[in-house]
Every structure is written in C-alpha cells, then in structure tokens.
C-alpha cells in the first residue's frame, strides 16, 4: 500500500469569465497520507469546491501535478479517470444523488455495475454495506421513502460498496439538521478507525471538528493547515 | 452486463409509459405500414403472375401477313400464307417446347332447345401444352383425331354452363353449323385474359376439322395463327430468330422483302404489365418507409429530451465510475428496444391488417419473409441510428455539470 494516497503540487486551475481568467485555485500544495481524515474549510468561493472536483478527477487542474494514489492524473485517459472514480474513490455529495427509480440495494450496488462484478456477489456486497449503515431492513425500499440521514447514510455505503481507499464528501452534512448530521460524522469517525482516507468539505466548524486535520482556503489558497485542536472548538 | 443494462432500459421506459408508448407508436405504424403496403403490392404482382401463367409462358404467335386486293387491304391474318406444315417444321427447331397450329372461329351451337354463340378455336393437343391448359373432366382429343378429322370438342366452363346447366356435357353431342360433335372433355376454368376476355366462353375441335368441315379454308391446310412455345424464356430471341429464318425460307422471301407474317411476342406484354406492378409495389413501400422515418425521428426527439431531463442522473453514474461507452450504451440500448419492440407490435398490425383485406376485400396479400426481415432490420437500423445522437450527446456530458443540473 502506498502511504501517500494524494499529493498535490503547485495546483492552479482558472475559469474563463466574461472579465478574463479568474484564478479559483492558486499554486495549491497538499499532502494526504493514507488514514487521515481532513477537513477541508473555507467559504463559498474559496475554490474548496473545485479543489475537490479535481482531487475526484471529475475536473482537471489548469497547471501543476495530481498524484492520486502513486497515479499522475493528468496522464490519465477519460477510460482510467472513470476506473479511478470507481475503485479508488467512493463519493458523498451534499444533495445524496440517489438515483431515484431504483431501490435503496440497487443505488448501492451501482458502481459495480461499472466493474462487472456478477449479479449475485453485487447484490450480497451491496447489502453487506447497508448492514454496515444499519439499513439492510430497508433494502427494497425507494430513497424518497426515507430520510434524509438515511439518504446520506445509503450514499455512504455505496461510496464503500468497491471497497475504496478514499472517500471524498462535499458538504455530506449540508442538507441535514443537527441531529443526523451527527450520525453522519459518527459513520465517517469509524470508516475512518477502519483505515479509510477521509476528505470532508464543510463550512462548520462543528462539523470539522469530527476530522483529525484542518485545512483552510481562503481566495484559491491554503492559508492553514494544521491538526484538530479540541480545546479550541470547546472556547 | 447486456441483460443488466437492458434491464435498465426496461425500466427508463417504465419510468414515462406514457411517453415511451407514443414514441413506440410511430415505429408501430411505421412498420405496420410497410409490411401492410408489401404484401398488398405482393399480392397485385402474384395475381399478375398468375394471369400471365393461365396465358401460357414463354409464348410466340405468328400470324399470317396481310393481303392486297384491289387496293383494299384486309387486316393481318387475311392472307393465309400459314400452314399447318409451316408448324410442323417449326417444331423441328431447337428449343421450341411446343407449337399449335390455330384456325378460330365463331360459331352458334346448339344442345338440346339450348343454343350459344361460342368461340371456336381449331388446333391440336399441343395447344393445351402451350397455354398450360389442363383438362377438368374426361380426356383431350389426340393427333389421331386431328389426322382423320373427327368431330369431336372440348368445352370450356363458360360455354358449358351456357349449354348444359349443371349436366356433365362429356359425352354429350352438340351441334356446330348442323354437325353433331362428340365432347370429350371439359377445360378447367382459366377466368378472365389479358384482355378481359372470358377465356372460358370457348370450344376447342381439331385443327383439321375446323378447316375441312366447319369453317373450310380459300388455301388447303392454312392457318390463321400458330402458337409457338420455346423451352425457356431466355431462349426466345433465338428461337424469334430462327423461326424468322425458316419462315422465309420456306415462302421463298427474297432478302430485302418483307415478311409475310408477322410475329408477337406475348410474354412481353405480360412482362411489362409485371413490371409495372413491381414499380407500383416498390413505390408502395417507399411511401411507407417515409413513415418508418418519421418514426425514427419520434425516437431521436424523444431520446434528446430523456437524455437532458436524466442529466444530473448522468452525472452521478460518471462520478462513481462509468465510463462514456457505458453512459453510450445505456441510451442507445433504450432507444434500440424502443424501436425493436416497436417493430414487433408493428409486424403484428402489418399482418392483422393484411389478412383483414384479405377477407374484407378479397385482394390477394401476400406476406413474405422477406418483408418481415426487411422491416426488421429497417427498424433495428433506424433504432441505432436516431438512438446514436441523442446517446453520445449524454456521454460527451462534462460529469461536474451534469451534477450541478438541476
């Protein structure tokens, strides 16, 4: 296993607006070791977002280099990137995107439709995940019959249903209350005493307690980056 | 990963019944219309064969040239330069099947109080052969009754019913200009000719007998028209060539003299209302594949529209992993069983409706493998080719905006 799971170098991405190149991200540089668990902070428009959009090889940095897992990411065709997206790393999103025609095992046992994995061992890997959510009773049931925390909590198993090394979540807490989202955070604390890389991006601070590792953007750059002080959150 | 995906299809269709019902219904009439326009057109071209086959095949007619009398010219046939002889030798040529001297007339005949004005066709057996004539009841008459005269008649359908009402005339004695006849057989039934005559108004005496004692000849052993069959149909500008030949040879034609006969050609006829019908049948299905177009295009609309509103939904599967020849094949299957499964219902209709003017109408339809096929793979091919846009259009998406859509 390699120890570095993301290595990012002089990261910078622009996007092209009506008043020339705006720069999102500016000469990022970050280091992941595998089993951290790393918030990531910032307001909207600190280019939090679009950092994670790259590390999750849905979008491309403008400039500079992308280890992902001892793979250069830039040198990756659109085939490998999505082979990445399916193995490597499991996704959380802030909106669930549960796919809502299908039930709650089916939206589970999606990505290994992509690896080819037979019907059988999909459908008992993809209810293996739910019993680790502690959904498996609501199996047959379609996403928009349940709550939200259950949604997220079903999203969680299907980021882990190929067993990836990382989990990257935008805002997983974003569409719950207080409550559930502690739920949430709880699952991600013990993935994480598992041995899964986790990256988290929040804009609360309550919720970036729950990460071992604090790394703060503000206009395109990282301007902290140090380790969870709990006494600081307690003042 | 196919039964998966199609699964998945399945289901996407499921999902707007609705929709997916009435994008399907422009393949179903699509299709229903083709197979329905085929066998319609098939059935005019068999029916066609069929006439031309009661006709005979592969037929010659050779006609005696006309004559000039005081400057008053008689019509062709008028100047019998044609003899029974002429045929013979004709039949000595290489690939003539059969040949059948002919000297018709019309006559009033008579049985019991009843009485008919019927054609009369005098020729030998041959001219069963060469028309494909087969005999209903009793037998043909035979060239020993053609060589000593006898009065004997076969009788087609028409005038026997005219004659005899529903009497078996076989054996039966009529009457031509006073003379009894013996029938011997009964001719089955052929319907209408080319010409829309009824070919079954007709009575058929030996060649020798209509000459010599019904309607007598100005020359000895002429005749009025021969009927020359070849073996094939590829054969018959041959055989038109070596007849020609031996024709003028044996009526001592100089070179630069015209003939005295004339020779036709029936099958050309035949073949050029065949034709006809061909075109009209191909135009037929031209017309209705506008429509298997049409429905083609229902398919892409539809499709483009599924393709967007699932946009976010193409969005997620590229996050967790599929590849944009999975995102390709995911909308192309649906729009292939879309189409497919349209075709289906399609053959059904084409073919309910077929054999519904078959008993409503009576035309003859006729559906054929091979429109089936065609309209099979028409459709499959419409599928995959309207399917294809729309398709690649959802796999070309950028994964980061088909998120975002809402």
Redesign the interface.
């Known amino acids: 296993m390699n120890q570095v799971v993301i290595q990012v170098e002089n990261l910078n991405k622009s996007y092209p607006t009506s008043a020339g190149l705006f720069p999102a991200l500016k000469d990022v540089k970050l280091t992941i070791n595998s089993g951290e668990f790393v918030a990531i902070m910032g307001q909207s428009g600190s280019g939090k977002s679009t950092f994670m ?1 790259i590390l ?1 090889c ?2 491309s940095a403008t400039e500079g280099r992308y280890v992902l897992d001892g793979r250069s990411v830039a040198e990756l065709n ?2 490998e990137l ?2 990445l ?3 490597t790393i499991g ?1 959380v ?1 802030q909106g669930f ?1 549960l ?1 809502q ?2 039930s709650l095992l089916e939206n589970v046992a ?2 290994l ?4 994995v037979a ?1 059988h061992k999909r459908q008992q890997r993809a209810l293996e995940m739910l019993t680790k959510v502690g959904l498996e009773s609501k199996a047959n049931s379609l996403p928009n019959q349940i709550s939200g925390g259950q949604q997220q909590r079903v999203a969680i198993a ?1 980021a882990l249903v ?1 067993q990836p090394r990382l989990i990257l979540a935008d805002e997983p807490t974003g569409n719950l209350d207080s409550h559930t989202s502690e739920e949430v955070m709880q699952l991600f604390e013990s993935l994480n005493r598992d041995g899964i890389t986790i990256v988290l991006v929040t804009h609360e601070p309550d919720i970036a307690r729950y990460a071992k590792r604090q790394v703060r953007f503000l206009d395109g750059c990282i301007v902290s980056d140090q380790a969870t002080q709990h006494a600081e959150v307690n003042t | 990963m196919m039964l998966i995906m199609l699964g998945e299809a399945w289901r996407a269709m499921g999902a707007n019944r609705l929709r997916t019902l009435l994008t399907m219904l422009g393949m179903v009439i699509g299709v229903g219309a083709v197979v329905l326009m085929m066998a319609v057109g098939q059935g005019a071209q068999y029916a066609i064969k069929q006439t031309i086959a009661a006709m005979g095949s592969n037929l010659f007619v050779l006609l005696s040239g006309s004559s000039t009398a005081g400057g008053v010219r008689s019509g062709g046939g008028g100047n019998l330069t044609l003899t029974a002889s002429d045929a013979e030798a004709i039949a000595e040529l290489p690939g003539v099947q059969a040949v059948a001297p002919i000297h018709p007339g019309s006559a009033q005949i008579v049985y019991g109080p009843n009485n008919w004005n019927t054609s009369i066709i005098g020729s030998t057996p041959s001219y069963l052969d060469a028309r494909s004539w087969p005999i209903s009841t009793g037998a043909a008459f035979t060239n020993s009754d053609v060589r000593s005269a006898t009065r004997v008649a076969l009788i087609g359908k028409t005038a026997a019913q005219n004659l005899f009402g529903d009497d078996d005339p076989v054996g039966k004695t009529i009457r031509i200009r006073q003379s009894p006849f013996v029938i011997l057989g009964t001719l089955a039934a052929k319907g209408q000719g080319m010409d829309g005559r009824d070919q079954d108004d007709t009575i058929i005496i030996p060649l020798t007998t209509a000459q010599r004692k019904v309607f007598g000849s100005q020359v000895p052993g002429s005749v009025r028209m021969v009927m020359v069959q070849t073996t094939t149909q590829e054969i018959m500008p041959i055989v038109e060539k070596s007849m020609t030949e031996l024709l003028r040879q044996r009526h001592r034609i100089r070179d630069g003299m015209d003939n005295d006969f004339s020779l036709r050609n029936l099958t050309a006829a035949a073949d050029s209302a065949e034709e006809s019908t061909r075109v009209m049948s191909m135009l037929l299905g031209a017309i209705a594949s506008v429509s298997l177009l049409v429905g083609g295009i229902g398919i892409m609309n539809i499709m483009l529209v599924s393709v967007t509103e699932r946009t976010r939904e193409i969005g997620i599967r590229m996050a967790i992993g599929a590849r944009q020849k999975d995102i390709l094949m995911q909308f192309l299957l649906e729009a292939i069983v879309i189409s497919v499964l349209g075709c289906l219902i399609g053959l059904l209709l084409g073919i309910g409706s077929a054999l519904l003017t078959e008993s409503l109408t009576g035309t003859v339809v006729i559906i054929s493998a091979n429109s089936i096929l065609v309209a099979f793979s028409v459709a499959a091919t419409v599928g995959i080719f309207f399917g294809y846009y729309p398709a690649r259009k959802a796999a070309q998406l950028d994964p980061i905006e088909a998120l975002r859509y809402q």
């Not at chain 1, 439709?113 to 080819?116: R, V």
């Open positions: 959009n999750g849905l979008d659109k085939d999505a082979l997206r399916n193995r996704f999103f995107n796919l025609r299908m999606l990505p439709i992509y690896c080819g019907h299907r190929n």
